[in-house]
């Protein structure tokens, strides 16, 4: 929708817009819809306006960007990096085609854009961008301290071990902590996180990156005449809403159907990488087996079998549960990490919940174990999954675990 001022109306013309004619208010960015105004010299505050103008694009871009290198990397599109350019999709469609064209309001009159002002399209973008980016790292905190005494244990062990050379300290991290924490913020390139899991450290330096790079975004557009107040204020009730519709029926209605099928190839395009947090998956864990418990009676598993249709539906959750925790197994796994970027306590947290996984593993094993091996293949189990019945001849190696636990020594 494009609305005319009086320095470019004329109503013999289509939309009654003469574009030919110049901007006496200043010059225009037309592809990021950003004026700069006349008289700049030296206004470090009107520049910095146009720089945070000119974020929302470049948020788009860098999501464009991480999702081809992502599909380098896994040889499909990742659904985290699909999920993200839909939202954008979704958000700058009903901006462009359905609210401005409802409202058809014009800019102010030295704003330098031809399309219709409400409501702002980068308040829209910038706070629906930082909503969702809280609201899914806000979901992912996990504080990294020990919270039984065999992981006080490992953690005072550990750091004892590390006590020389943190004497120069910032309120308890040293400076290459401090350096890896803001690395760690703005490494992930777009406004939605990239790990299952983050500790509450990471978390604060995460937001505070995003809510410098965006919030300040719609009072930039009222700065450069490019928006009312009004329109921007809008925009932003509208990018919050967006934001937070979008990730309920994401979180709540997609995530938790698609989280069995990490890392595996969905319509032979996507490859599922948008993971629930760790500590759901643990929860999922311990609700099946207590379910497995009251359904079977004190470990009497040799019901599941007989057919009756609950026993097997819940067999197959349990089957999906092993493959599942598998897949967070392996994101401990210190090759996939880079030392540079990590924290003196994570090798720690990574033994502690690599053990604390396998040992569910093991639980859940022991819940399939008196289960006919035939069964099992006829709902997924595989050969390349830990075998819980001797029988089937797919007896597990461990090599894999063994070598995991010796590099994190």
């Not at 890392?263 to 990488?273: E, I, T």
């Not at 609700?287 to 097997?312: I, K, N, P």
Request: hydrophobic share 45%.
């Amino acid at each position: 929708a494009q609305c005319s001022l009086k320095w470019n109306a004329n109503a013999s013309l289509p939309f009654g817009i003469d574009r030919h004619r110049p901007c006496p208010y200043g010059t225009s960015l037309r592809v990021f819809d950003v004026t700069i105004p006349n008289y700049m010299d030296n206004h470090i505050v009107k520049w910095m306006c146009v720089f945070w103008g000119v974020v929302p694009f470049g948020v788009v871009f860098f999501g464009l960007l991480d999702a081809i290198l992502k599909s380098v990397k896994l040889r499909g599109i990742g659904t985290r990096e699909m999920s993200f350019l839909t939202f954008i999709g979704v958000m700058v469609g009903l901006n462009e085609v359905v609210f401005k064209a409802i409202w058809h309001e014009p800019r102010p009159e030295k704003s330098c854009q031809y399309s219709c002002g409400t409501p702002s399209g980068h308040a829209v973008m910038s706070i629906g961008f930082f909503t969702l980016m809280f609201l899914d790292a806000a979901y992912r905190v996990k504080p990294s301290v020990p919270l039984d005494i065999h992981s006080a244990r490992d953690y005072v062990k550990a750091m004892d071990s590390l006590a020389f050379g943190r004497s120069n300290t910032f309120f308890g991290w040293t400076l290459k902590e401090w350096l890896v924490a803001d690395v760690r913020a703005w490494a992930t390139i777009i406004p939605l996180s990239a790990a299952h899991t983050i500790n509450q450290f990471d978390f604060v330096c995460y937001s505070i990156w995003w809510a410098a790079l965006l919030l300040p975004v719609p009072l930039s557009r009222v700065v450069l005449n490019d928006h009312f107040p009004n329109q921007v204020f809008l925009g932003s009730l509208i990018g919050f809403l967006e934001a937070g519709l979008y990730f309920c029926a994401i979180r709540r209605g997609l995530l938790p159907r698609l989280n069995p099928l990490l890392g595996k190839r969905l319509f032979h395009v996507f490859v599922h990488d948008f993971p629930l947090p760790l500590y759901e998956a643990i929860s999922k864990c311990y609700m099946l087996l207590a379910r497995a418990e009251g359904e079977l009676g004190e470990g009497d598993t040799a019901l599941l079998d007989r057919g009756r249709q609950s026993s097997r539906k819940l067999l197959q959750e349990l089957v999906t549960l092993h493959a599942e925790l598998g897949w967070y197994v392996r994101q401990f796994d210190p090759r996939r990490a880079c030392g540079c970027l990590m924290y003196d306590e994570d090798k720690v947290v990574a033994r502690r919940e690599m053990k604390r996984l396998r040992h569910l593993q093991d639980k859940v094993a022991a819940q399939l174990e008196h289960v006919d091996c035939y069964v099992l293949e006829s709902l997924g189990w595989s050969d390349d999954t830990e075998s819980v019945n001797a029988d089937c001849g797919c007896a597990g190696d461990d090599e894999d675990s063994l070598s995991a636990d010796s590099a994190l020594e």
